[in-house]
């Protein structure tokens, strides 16, 4: 009888063994020792051409209403090029380049409002977030965009979720001397210019670089950090649900190459490009993406043996769409059957 409740207690510490050395977790921590569930989509990526608009190597991709926004940051004229999301069927491009009236000197994030079918430019070089109505914006080549509120520079939204004129969810930048600055996410009032920080520090962690995503509708915003691995989601009101630590937590890699390079809600999963110690070194660009649930399970790792530049979700059509720093140049990724 000892012999048998011995063999029974040893299977059981094995069986307990075995859980930990794939996923550790309390309440709020998550340790993953393992994210070896791959399934290979390069045969599964559809290119995208592009004939009517030449666009350079450093675009980032929006979804506006039924539109797919491409900005090019390396272009002499436009800036912003627009194609239908469904076809990709070019329709026009706007926003010149430069420093006088209705033109941009230095783009950054594009956000949806969808109250006011309008979409907002972030200039960082006048400091000034402009609104473009969506239908002038498509019909009038003249057309000119309306100041919607000027930036403050001693900290500034670098990306943001907007939700209605007193209420946005972003990334704040701000400035440390000449250098150096520091990142948080924080609520962010339009109208009066308040913010309230949200994200935490975490204890082990002295420089923060992240990137970030909200979900309005499942009330979260993620942190993926580029310099440790390490994803925290957030409540909307600043509590953190979860710290998922990956394999290489604990050990820093190069200001060259992030762990995480870009993070979205994709329905109910998150996605995040991510770049570990099993990729090559001559490329610094992640070619794959983490899914996760919205509880930061990891469910699966989605290779697409293509480097990814950027990336955005396409809601009503289920599906990535991406800027490729490859062969092809944009392409899509269907997302049914695939998580």
């Not at 309440?27 to 020792?33: A, G, L, M, P, R």
């Not at 309005?216 to 957030?234: K, P, R, S």
């Not at 991406?322 to 049914?336: C, G, K, P, R």
Request: proline share 3%; aromatic share 12%.
């Amino acid at each position: 009888m000892k012999i048998k409740k011995n063999i029974g207690k040893a299977l059981y510490v094995l069986m307990l063994l075995s859980i930990w050395g794939c996923n550790d977790r309390s309440d709020s921590e998550i340790h993953q020792y393992k994210r070896d569930k791959i399934t290979h989509a390069k045969a599964d990526l559809q290119e995208i051409q592009i004939e009517d608009a030449l666009i350079g190597s450093i675009a980032r991709l929006y979804i506006i209403d039924d539109y797919v926004l491409i900005v090019d940051h390396k272009s002499a004229d436009k800036l912003i090029h627009i194609f239908n999301k469904d076809n990709f069927n070019y329709v026009t491009s706007i926003a010149d380049i430069g420093q006088g009236p209705g033109e941009i000197t230095v783009i950054g994030h594009i956000e949806e409002d969808k109250k006011d079918r309008a979409f907002l430019v972030s200039d960082h070089g006048k400091q000034k977030i402009f609104s473009y109505n969506l239908d002038s914006a498509l019909t009038v080549p003249s057309y000119m965009p309306k100041e919607r509120v000027r930036m403050d520079k001693s900290q500034f939204p670098h990306v943001y979720k907007f939700i209605n004129d007193s209420l946005s969810v972003g990334l704040f930048i701000k400035p440390i001397g000449t250098n150096d600055f520091a990142q948080s996410v924080a609520k962010w009032n339009m109208q009066t210019g308040g913010i309230e920080t949200l994200s935490q520090e975490h204890p082990k962690i002295k420089r923060k670089r992240i990137s970030f995503a909200v979900s309005e509708n499942n009330g979260l915003f993620v942190e993926c950090y580029a310099y440790d691995d390490l994803m925290t989601i957030y409540g909307l009101d600043g509590n953190i649900k979860f710290n998922i630590y990956g394999p290489n937590w604990g050990s820093g890699t190069s200001s060259k190459t992030p762990y995480y390079r870009k993070v979205a809600f994709c329905g109910e999963h998150i996605l995040a490009t991510y770049f570990d110690d099993d990729d090559s070194e001559e490329r610094d660009i992640p070619t794959k993406f983490l899914v996760f649930d919205l509880d930061g399970n990891y469910i699966k790792t989605i290779e697409t043996d293509h480097q990814i530049a950027d990336f955005c979700f396409d809601e009503s059509n289920n599906r990535i769409v991406m800027n490729l720093d490859s062969e092809i140049q944009f392409a899509y990724l269907n997302l049914d059957g695939l998580i």
